[in-house]
Structures are given as structure tokens and as C-alpha cells.
């Protein structure tokens, strides 16, 4: 059964700090993973997705990167404003299904 | 439509109660997934179509929980004589199909509350 786990629950950094998000997942055999964001009270938005046959994928100042042999996936944020303040989720497609199976999520604070 | 658009945004039931929760997709998607959201938690899944056909249902917590898409767009969750737990946020995905290259678009979910 696929599981994925999200390392560190809780994260607060100062603005300007680059930072790290983990991501770990148990079945390699996966179509997709995908990076969401959550702000309180509203839906998923997505961030990045990362095709298995891809490495990573990069937008403006996030960049995910992804070693499916390893089962591992990184959300690497470049010089953080508090604007990113949210619940960053990762989430993976396993093969065999159409599903998403979730993290629960970095809940991340970056404080002026 | 530009996104997926859920509504009612909030919904208070009282306990036993049915509720309806609507789901449309974005225009030309082909899968429609239901997700459930407990507070603190990652999103569970719930039930999965593709156009009109409900290929899985195996996340559907128990025989209270209904889905439907009898036209291939517009899904409606149902849950019958609610309960305290069925108290959660209800995401609504779509998708153009070929997951490997597309991935899923959410919407802003609704936020049960069984009072």
C-alpha cells in the first residue's frame, strides 16, 4: 500500500531564508507526484507536477525534484517571503490507479 | 469553465440530515475525483469517474456516501443521515485524463459542519 510521508510537519523561517520540504513515498512505481499548495480555508492549488520519467521541475522560485528510485521528492523554495505562508502537500500518482495519495502536509510560516 | 467551482462553499447540517454537494469541472475533462479533507490531514480519496462511469469507489466510507455524473460533467456528492464525523472539507478534482502528463486541478472545496 502506498503511503507518503511529509518531513517536517511545522516549519517557520525568517523572509529570505531558502528552505527545504521532504517528501517520502514507499512504492516507486508511480505515474506522477505533484506539489500543491493549501491556504487556510481554501482548495489545493498546484504548484509543480513531476512526470516519472522526469527529475524535476522548476517554477519562478520553487523548485521540486524527484528521485523515484529512492522514493523522495523535494519542494526547495529560493529566498521565502511571507506570502508563502501555507500547507504545502505533495501527493503521488501510483501505478495501477488514478488516484492521488496525500502527505499531510509541511504547514510552513515565513515571518517579515 | 476556468476552474473547477464547487458549491455550496459552506454547509451546516444537522445530524441525520442529507446533503448534496456539487462539483463542476472544467470543461472538457474527462475525470472527476472526490476527495475528502479531515482537519490537520492530507486529502483521502473517495470516489473516481471518468465521464459518466464511476470507475472507483472504494474511498466512500460507507453505503451513506453517493456520487453521481449521469452526464459525463456536473458530479454531486451525496451523504445521507449525516454524522459528526462526515464533518470535513470535500475537495473536488478534474483532470483532462492522462494522468501522467496533466495531473489534477482542484477546486475550492466545500467545509461540512454536522451539528
Known amino acids: 500500500k502506498q503511503e507518503v510521508t511529509q518531513i517536517p510537519a511545522a516549519l517557520s523561517v525568517p523572509e529570505g531564508e531558502n528552505l527545504v520540504l521532504n517528501c517520502s513515498f514507499t512504492?516507486?512505481?508511480?505515474?506522477?507526484l505533484q506539489w500543491f499548495r493549501q491556504d487556510p480555508g481554501k482548495g489545493l492549488t498546484s504548484l509543480l507536477l513531476?512526470?516519472?520519467?522526469?527529475r524535476e521541475q522548476t517554477s519562478g522560485r520553487l523548485n521540486a525534484s524527484l528521485d523515484k528510485s529512492s522514493g523522495r521528492s523535494t519542494l526547495y523554495i529560493a529566498a521565502s517571503q511571507p506570502g508563502d505562508s501555507a500547507t504545502y502537500l505533495c501527493a503521488v500518482t501510483a501505478h495501477g490507479t488514478d488516484k492521488l495519495i496525500f502527505g499531510t502536509g509541511t504547514r510552513l510560516q515565513v515571518f517579515p | 469553465g476556468a476552474g473547477v467551482s464547487q458549491s455550496p462553499r459552506y454547509k451546516v447540517a444537522k445530524r441525520g440530515q442529507d446533503v448534496a454537494l456539487r462539483c463542476d469541472p472544467i470543461?472538457?475533462?474527462?475525470?472527476l475525483f472526490w476527495y475528502q479533507q479531515a482537519l490537520g490531514q492530507g486529502p483521502e480519496f473517495l470516489t473516481y469517474?471518468?465521464?459518466?462511469?464511476?470507475?472507483?469507489k472504494s474511498g466512500l466510507p460507507s453505503d451513506r456516501f453517493f456520487a453521481e455524473r449521469p452526464e459525463g460533467s456536473v458530479s454531486t456528492l451525496k451523504i445521507q443521515r449525516t454524522q459528526q464525523e462526515d464533518s470535513a472539507v470535500y475537495l473536488c478534482a478534474s483532470s483532462k485524463g492522462d494522468r501522467a502528463t496533466y495531473g489534477y486541478t482542484f477546486g475550492s472545496g466545500t467545509r461540512l459542519t454536522v451539528v
Open positions: 469517474f471518468q465521464n459518466e462511469a464511476q470507475l472507483d
Open positions: 513531476i512526470q516519472s520519467s522526469q
Open positions: 512504492d516507486s512505481a508511480i505515474y506522477n
Open positions: 470543461s472538457g475533462h474527462v475525470s
